[in-house]
Antibody, heavy 121, light 110 residues
Framework: EVQLVETGGGLIQAGGSLRLSCTAS????????MVWVRQAPGKGLEWIAF???????YYADSVKGRFTISRDASKNTLYLQMDRLRAEDTAVYYC???????????????WGQGALVTVSS | QSVLTQPPSSSGTPGQRVTISCSGS????????INWYQQLPGTAPKLLIH???QRPSGVPDRFSGSKSGTSGALAISGLQSEDEADYFC???????????FGGGTKLTVL
């Protein structure tokens, strides 16, 4: 069974750093298009970063230069390093997986339960 | 503001058919497929419709999707109380080189 579990959320002061982890089971993160999507309180979904291969990483303008997506095949885990956090980064952060054979797209078949990040100003 | 446009709310009574629209542009819906997600209160989104009109295994056939030009729609027939949720459309955007989402539609079953 495919499962994604996010950890690492919490309360952080503006300007600080936090790293989210997304541990996968039932498949290898190395072979799939993986994405981080966030949802601010009471708001819609916003894509922020995705990764297909180690050379294929992309970021939304809102986080470019501050956030870094990466993965560790040996731990079967996807990461999101978040630096220079701002109050507007407060959201639930979800990791999600694309379908087999896809290197991009908006179709995400499996999602984690989400990790809440609260940035205080 | 979201790249794709959805009505913020919709409602219907049990057994009724409701439709939720999703409007985009030539760089997203106009040139790529639409996917729909259902988000029940307090839970993660779940893929409901992919590739414009395909249901993943386990999704009831009460749910259907369509696309025409730069717009799409999600239809729910035989509305049930458990369908009360937020619904989001999504598409790849060629100009932004990333997936984009609608702002979400909160469906209330009266």
């Amino acid at each position: 069974e495919v499962q994604l579990v996010e950890t690492g959320g919490g309360l952080i002061q503006a300007g600080g750093s936090l790293r989210l982890s997304c541990t996968a089971s039932g498949f290898s993160v190395s072979g799939y298009y993986m994405v981080w999507v966030r949802q601010a309180p009471g708001k819609g979904l916003e894509w922020i970063a995705f990764l297909y291969s180690i050379r294929d990483t992309y970021y939304a303008d809102s986080v470019k230069g501050r956030f870094t997506i990466s993965r560790d095949a040996s731990k079967n885990t996807l990461y999101l390093q978040m630096d220079r956090l701002r109050a507007e980064d407060t959201a639930v952060y979800y990791c999600a997986r694309g379908p087999s054979g896809y290197s991009y797209g908006s179709r995400f078949e499996s999602w984690g339960q989400g990790a809440l990040v609260t940035v205080s100003s | 503001q979201s790249v794709l446009t959805q009505p913020p709310s919709s409602s219907g009574t049990p057994g009724q058919r409701v439709t939720i629209s999703c409007s985009g542009s030539s760089s997203n819906i106009g040139s790529n497929t639409i996917n729909w997600y259902q988000q029940l209160p307090g839970t993660a989104p779940k893929l409901l419709i992919h590739s414009n009109n395909q249901r993943p295994s386990g999704v009831p056939d009460r749910f259907s999707g369509s696309k025409s030009g730069t717009s799409g729609a999600l239809a729910i027939s035989g509305l049930q109380s458990e369908d009360e949720a937020d619904y989001f459309c999504a598409a790849w955007d060629d100009s932004l080189s990333g997936p984009v989402f609608g702002g979400g539609t909160k469906l209330t079953v009266l």
